[in-house]
């Protein structure tokens, strides 16, 4: 039994499939209605484009409480920061704070929470970005999009936790570039990371997207396609569903 | 039924973002076919289904499908607008939908992970418009 929703939120398709025996209970679909709650909290928080939140009102330098939200995401941006030497950095280069390259992770992810204890596994893809969790150990297979051709799939992996996020710019040209030296990304295609966190995930395939993959944590594991449509992956790279511990890859 | 209808609307969100996303700097479409009355057809082993008519900045979309042994067999986008830039819009995106329901439908995939753009936005789409309909 499987069953889905969509919702279009922070300019975004996001879609959550539940499966199992309860997936059209009514508690599951309470527990997705808070899931794009979350989400839509977040979107008014952290949206640049809507003058009234927060991300808003401090970069026009008004003065006002923060939220606890905001504040954990300051702290997260700052860990991001120094957890990829500088690779990821929520900070425009005409120095405007804007944390739209993790919040969409970290508010998917964390929207989550709404959905642990039932009895169903789930999926949920944020623009791209999935992060799943399957209580019945059945793994969910992710297709990974092939950046020279976005209708087609270059790998399928399977995941029954964790998160996957995949960073490039097919198809709006280069607008990544690497914050510590200035320099545009160009090296790959796309990055794929996938590891236990999502938010993690898609910070390390941002940072790896625009420098290389030595910003990469232990945990964390990535396919890269190359401007020549090659692909590569690092050595702990599985596409099956076995849990794997590699040795730190910088 | 519902279940069929919210499907629908998905796909027809999934189109009007490959429209949005090749920005147009033209107004209205010069020219629209006529919609199809929505509402699902059953003959032999084979479903279509219409979609009701989707309002884009560009003009009216509207999607089709066919389902044949629970297996989506074809996802056309029966009403859409012509003339002008929009030709080219509409060129693209229509491959692209049937292209991608069969690649989509043979990896037997649960989700898709890509960069974050609008054409990506509609694979997703169609992704979970196919767990709606139990395809």
């Known amino acids: ?250 | 039924m519902k279940r069929i209808v919210l499907w629908f609307s998905s796909t027809a969100t999934a189109v009007v973002l490959l429209f949005s996303f090749h920005t147009s700097t033209q107004g209205a479409a010069a020219g629209v076919r006529n919609s199809a009355a929505a509402g699902v057809v059953t003959s032999g082993g084979t479903t279509t289904v219409t979609g009701t008519s989707a309002d884009t900045r560009y003009g009216p979309v509207q999607v089709r499908i066919t389902v044949s042994g629970g297996q989506l067999v074809s996802a056309t986008a029966i009403v859409y607008p012509t003339g002008g830039r929009d030709s080219e819009i509409n060129s693209y995106a229509i491959p692209v939908l049937d292209k991608e329901t069969v690649a989509a439908k043979s990896a037997s995939i649960d989700s898709v992970s890509g960069a974050t753009f609008t054409s990506q936005g509609y694979v997703q789409s169609l992704q979970s418009a196919l767990d709606q309909a139990h395809l």
């Open chain 1, 1 to 250: 039994m499987k069953r889905s929703w969509v919702e279009q939120l922070m300019g975004m398709p996001i879609s959550l499939l539940a499966r199992g025996p309860d997936a059209r209970d009514d508690r599951v679909h309470l527990a997705v209605q808070q899931v794009y709650a979350d989400l839509r909290d977040a979107d008014a928080t952290f949206s640049p484009y809507r003058p009234d939140s927060e991300v808003s009102r401090l970069a026009q330098g008004e003065v006002f409480e923060w939220s606890d939200e905001l504040r954990e995401v300051m702290q997260l941006c700052d860990e991001a920061e120094k957890l990829t030497r500088g690779a990821f950095n929520a900070r425009t280069p005409d120095g405007v704070w804007d944390p739209s390259g993790l919040v969409k992770s970290w508010a998917a992810e964390r929207a989550t929470r709404h959905l642990e204890g039932l009895r169903v596994d789930w999926c949920l893809n944020a623009g791209g970005d999935v992060v799943v969790g399957c209580p019945s150990g059945e793994p969910f297979r992710v297709g990974i999009q092939d950046p020279h051709d976005p209708a087609g799939i270059v790998a399928v992996i399977e995941r029954s936790s964790g998160g996957v996020a995949t960073s490039g710019t097919a198809a709006r040209g280069a607008h990544l570039y690497d914050p510590a030296s200035g320099a545009a990304a160009g090296g790959y295609a796309s990055v794929t990371v996938a590891g236990p966190s999502l938010r993690v995930a898609d910070v390390l395939a941002t940072a790896a997207f625009v420098r290389d993959l030595t910003v990469l944590s232990s945990g964390y594991e990535a396919l890269v396609v190359h401007l020549d449509g090659s692909q590569s992956t690092t050595p702990g790279w599985t596409n099956d569903n076995s849990v794997v511990s590699s040795p730190d890859w910088a």
